[in-house]
T-cell receptor
Framework: ELKVEQNPLFLSMQEGKNYTIYCNYSTTSDRLYWYRQDPGKSLESLFVLLSNGAVKQEGRLMASLDTKARLSTLHITAAVHDLSATYFCAVVPLSQGGSEKLVFGKGTKLTVNP | NAGVMQNPRHLVRRRGQEARLRCSPMKGHSHVYWYRQLPEEGLKFMVYLQKENIIDESGMPKERFSAEFPKEGPSILRIQQVVRGDSAAYFC???????????????FGNGTRLTVT
């Protein structure tokens, strides 16, 4: 059974600082997603990572994937208050084929303090 | 394109009542997924449906829960005889998922927050 672990689960940081959120998963996968969720809201897709070594950047967020290590990172550069949210990684096991049956981590609740 | 529409946004039920949650997928999408999110937790897969077919219900509790996606109309997640432990946010997502389009993430609705009193 695929397990997805994120750490840290809670992250409080100051504006302007950098930090990295880690996502480990236990079995082979060919797709990894990062989502953002604001309180009481739905999930907003941030990144889709499809291959080993994939790196994607959007604004102050950069995501990377190492399929051999079964590790993805979400790096935050020069954090701003608007980035405060919960960030989830989600993985589709390789055996799922075309099915988008995602397995989610527990999420990292990020608070950026002014 | 209206996106994935879920209703109601909030639903309050007393123990023992039935809850019906509705989901209309994005236009052109014929694959629907239901996920449940408990407080402070990630989403957990419940069921995957295509029109008139349940493809994978491995995440559904064995009793009281059922789902359908009829030929016409929205997908319905039905919870009979609700208990307090059913209180959660229930999210629906849809995908196009046409043979090998792996780079299109699921599109999630805004969720239905069920509270059982």
């Amino acid at each position: 059974e695929l397990k997805v672990e994120q750490n840290p689960l809670f992250l409080s940081m100051q504006e302007g600082k950098n930090y990295t959120i880690y996502c480990n998963y236990s079995t082979t996968s060919d797709r990894l997603y990062w989502y953002r969720q604001d309180p009481g809201k739905s999930l907003e897709s941030l990144f889709v990572l499809l291959s080993n070594g994939a790196v994607k950047q959007e604004g102050r967020l950069m995501a990377s994937l190492d399929t051999k290590a079964r590790l993805s990172t979400l790096h935050i550069t020069a954090a701003v208050h608007d980035l405060s949210a919960t960030y989830f990684c989600a993985v589709v096991p390789l055996s799922q084929g075309g099915s988008e049956k995602l397995v989610f981590g527990k999420g990292t609740k990020l608070t950026v303090n002014p | 394109n209206a996106g994935v529409m879920q209703n109601p946004r909030h639903l309050v039920r007393r123990r023992g009542q039935e809850a019906r949650l509705r989901c209309s997928p994005m236009k052109g999408h014929s694959h629907v997924y239901w996920y449940r999110q408990l407080p402070e937790e990630g989403l957990k897969f419940m069921v995957y449906l295509q029109k008139e077919n349940i493809i994978d219900e491995s995440g559904m509790p064995k009793e009281r829960f059922s789902a359908e996606f009829p030929k016409e109309g929205p997908s319905i997640l039905r919870i009979q005889q609700v208990v307090r432990g059913d209180s959660a946010a229930y999210f629906c997502a849809s995908s196009l998922n046409v043979g090998g389009t792996y780079n299109s993430p699921l599109h999630f609705g805004n969720g239905t927050r069920l509270t059982v009193t």
